[in-house]
């Protein structure tokens, strides 16, 4: 494969995994549990932009058609986005939101901390901002599991359901194809695979603080990072692209 | 309204720049000083205010009342002689 | 102590404290205040963060249709921001001796009021560029002269908040510029949107100053430094001209500028609207009031648990 091409899927893959993160992070704003969880959640979605919009920017750089960030954010359908499945799932409650973001977070951040040494530049550079942002989201999230866990019976019980309703999504992140083995080859992107067990040890450590089990086997869904999504999607799609698409002409 | 819904409140000491004295910024509602540092990082972080974090729970803190202001800072009115600018230094003399 | 040698013990208070207004000094949350003033503050300052609070739902409600990921993030940053000031002020409040979580229940049982322009929809995108650029331009106008009252915890959150919402109303008028400068339907919505928003934000500074009912012991105490009056005229003053700047209509005809005044002259403002949204009856005072009931009741299992652990922490 080209490495143009695979290093164009490959910044794409992580800014669709930010930007829709950052969109179920919009939602909360206003309506978190508390002022200060708000401010922080917003603080979340701010990093997440400011992540996709990095590494959109890169891949219309190396398309070099003469598209910007928002033309490929906006002008795709929800077969062509290609984000882990985890970060489509809807807020459901607080605990949901918390695991989802703890059960990626892990992953962007062990991904971001190797791609601080990739061989491209631009990724590099990208990475070691990321690298920062999600080293805190992490521990953001951690510490809300580890509270939710250990704290009243309610709040066990929903981050629990959380924990569940989430798992199936968790071996894909760690999918990988030919694109992730071209890149690999020249230094460029990471081999996720190596990262299975630091994630395995961060979520076990955290799930054991909270008083939770982890889930065995289970249905795991695939296929998120080339199309294959959750029914979710394409709502979150209709109303984040519905504007540049009414009003195509439009500058905004 | 239950003590369960309103969590005590944390001041926020924050240090603008490597070697400066923290300030105080304001406070945040925290339930434990782990959560309280990191609202405080999240609620007065925000423009890159701060390089270093304290959080101090709000009852901690013993504060002077305004009738001590007198007995407390005016005392120091007649002590002249803490201040370098007292001292006349001999005419030549560049440095002391 | 005999009755009279408290009433004198009062008096000398109250002369000592006139005192210090008068000096322009600023009052300290354990400095003696009359009840008056405590009152009348701590009903401004939570009106004022609950403002800010309701505030981040009508923008709130375009966050996740932003038309570009930087307008995303501007609007994020934005809103983020409201929750922060509710945040300084509550807690400038709180000096007061009420906490957050009193006065968010004043909000929630519909006792405690907040800024009636919220009350309103915000129905296209162009309502984004319109309530930052007038809505924020307002509260500017407005916090510009609550940075100089009497009340220090007040005061100092002011200046913070006039500093951090600098960016607020410019963004917003570069939302209006961006779309009257667009193609004929970004042109549309912008009017559209001043059409609905001009007068229920000339609404926002209250009412006109014979009927401002708390106005006089609030400029005596330098809490307020200006009247209603003043500061809506101050803000349609600086706001004419940027309309047209950028080519929108101020939907009043009889805005005209005096030369004699300096100031323009504008139409007859809708009191009875004001006060009628102020009461809860505006189109969106049911919707807001349950946003925000929704939010606090669906938190209430966190904030809990959160609790619950500290307190098994502190045991161990």
């Known amino acids: 494969m080209e490495t143009n091409i695979a290093l164009y899927k490959y910044c794409v893959r992580i800014a669709d995994t930010s930007l829709i993160l950052a969109q179920r992070m919009c939602e909360w704003c206003g309506h978190g549990p508390i002022l200060e969880e708000d401010i922080a959640m917003s603080n979340m979605g701010l990093d997440l932009i400011g992540q996709s919009r990095g590494f959109y920017s890169y891949a219309a750089k190396l398309e070099s058609k003469g598209r910007t960030e928002d033309d490929i954010a906006y002008f795709r359908n929800e077969r062509e986005f290609l984000n882990r499945c985890i970060v489509e799932q809807p807020n459901t409650n607080f605990a949901f939101t918390m695991m989802r973001s703890f059960l990626h977070g892990c992953l962007a951040y062990l991904q971001f901390r190797t791609l601080v040494k990739s061989k491209d530049d631009t990724i590099a550079g990208l ?3 990321a690298l920062k942002e999600m080293t805190y989201h992490v521990r953001h999230a951690s510490e809300w599991i580890i509270r939710l866990g250990d704290g009243t019976d309610v709040s066990h019980e929903k981050v629990k359901e959380a924990l569940e309703n989430l798992w199936q999504f968790t071996d894909e992140l760690f999918e990988m194809d030919e694109v992730d083995q071209a890149l690999i080859k020249s230094g460029i992107a990471c081999d996720i695979s190596m990262l299975r067990a630091e994630w395995d040890q961060m979520v076990n450590e955290v799930l054991a603080k909270a008083k939770l089990e982890r889930p065995l086997g289970g249905y795991q ?5 080339n199309g294959a999504h959750t029914e979710h999607l394409g709502h979150l799609l209709s109303e984040m692209q519905y504007l540049p698409r009414a009003y195509p002409d439009a500058i905004w | 309204m239950s003590t369960k819904d309103n969590w005590p409140t944390w001041e926020v000491f924050t240090q603008q720049k490597n070697g400066a004295a923290h300030e105080h910024a304001g406070n945040v509602h925290a339930p434990d000083a782990e959560m309280a540092l990191l609202n405080a990082r999240d609620v007065y972080g925000r423009r890159q205010e701060a390089v270093n974090i304290w959080v101090v729970p709000s009852v901690a803190i013993t504060a002077s009342t305004p009738e001590d202001m007198g007995p407390f800072f005016e005392p120091g009115n007649d002590k002249m002689y ?14 002391i | 102590m005999n009755q009279p040698q408290i009433q004198e013990d009062e008096q000398k208070h109250v002369d000592a404290f006139n005192a210090r207004i008068a000096a322009g000094k600023t009052i300290e949350p354990k400095d003696w205040m009359p009840e008056k003033y405590r009152k009348q503050l701590l009903r401004m300052m939570s009106q004022h963060a609950h403002s800010e609070v309701v505030g981040m739902l009508p923008e709130g409600n375009w966050l996740t249709r932003a038309p570009s990921l ?10 983020q921001d409201e929750a922060g000031h509710g945040l ?3 807690s400038g409040a709180e000096t007061l001796g009420t906490d957050r979580a009193e006065m968010i229940d004043q909000l929630l049982s519909g006792k405690a009021k907040y800024a009636s322009i919220f009350n309103y929809p915000t129905l296209n995108w162009a309502d984004m560029g319109a309530v930052g650029w007038l809505v924020d331009g307002a509260a500017i106008v407005n916090q510009t002269a609550l940075a100089k009252c009497s009340y220090g915890p007040y005061a100092r959150a002011m200046i913070r908040i006039c500093k951090e919402e600098n960016f607020h109303s410019k963004q917003g008028y570069q939302i209006m510029a961006h779309m009257m400068s667009g193609t004929k339907e970004q042109q549309e919505m912008a009017q559209d949107a001043i059409n609905r928003f001009w007068w ?4 926002m500074f209250g009412p006109s100053d014979a009927d401002s009912p708390n106005s006089d012991d609030l400029m005596k105490w330098k809490v307020k430094l200006y009247s209603n009056d003043d500061l809506r005229q101050r803000f349609i003053d600086r706001t004419v001209p940027q309309a047209e700047a950028i080519g929108i209509k101020i939907p009043d005809d009889k805005l005209k500028w005096n030369p004699t005044t300096r100031h323009y002259e504008f ?4 009191f009875d609207e004001l006060k009628s949204v102020i009461t809860g009856n505006g189109p969106c005072n049911k919707l807001r009031m349950k946003q925000r009931n929704d939010a606090h009741k669906n938190g209430a299992w966190v904030r809990e648990a959160a609790i619950a652990y500290a307190e098994k922490r502190a045991k161990e």
């Open chain 3, 70 to 79: 930087m307008r995303k993030a501007v609007l994020l940053a934005k809103v």
């Open chain 1, 221 to 225: 869904s695939k296929g998120g990072f």
């Open chain 2, 82 to 95: 803490r201040w370098p600018n007292y001292y006349k230094t001999p005419e030549g003399i560049k440095q």
């Open chain 1, 127 to 129: 990475s070691e901002k």
């Open chain 3, 200 to 203: 229920p934000v000339l609404m």
């Open chain 3, 267 to 270: 139409g007859e403002i809708n």
């Open chain 3, 88 to 90: 300084y002020i509550y």
